[in-house]
């Protein structure tokens, strides 16, 4: 089936963001899940999955988007690891979908400054 390594990678970092919300992170956040979204459904395209497989991992996908939504909270866009966790999804989302699939090429310099911020506050949930 798609590689799990794309969502899992992704996600755990966008999951395990302290809550922060502002447009522009929320539209980083956003702007991640789909690219996200979009490329495990090139990926079930090159397999031969049965169209009802297809159709149950769409909804799946989905939920991924809206619990990302869910775990934004509310903090001014002053808070010391707002524009860290922007850079961070930026920089993933601009990854090709090959790199995404592969969990070593998932690290990018701004992930790693971002998650050390976020061990050293004591933020991650």
Do not use: W
Request: glycine content about 4%; aromatic content about 2%.
């Amino acid at each position: 089936m798609i590689k799990q390594c794309i969502s899992a990678t992704a996600f755990s970092l966008l999951l395990a963001m302290p809550s922060l919300h502002a447009d522009e992170l929320a539209d980083a956040a956003q702007a991640l899940c789909e690219k996200v979204k979009s490329c495990a459904m090139a990926q079930m395209e090159g397999q031969e999955l049965t169209p009802e497989t297809r159709q149950m991992m769409q909804p799946m996908l989905d939920s991924m988007c809206t619990q990302v939504r869910s775990r934004v909270g509310e903090v001014p866009s002053s808070h010391a690891l707002y524009q860290p966790a922007v850079a961070c999804m930026q920089s993933m989302n601009s990854m090709t979908c090959e790199n995404m699939q592969d969990a070593g090429e998932m690290v990018t310099p701004e992930c790693d400054e971002y998650e050390q911020l976020v061990n050293e506050s004591g933020a991650a949930n």
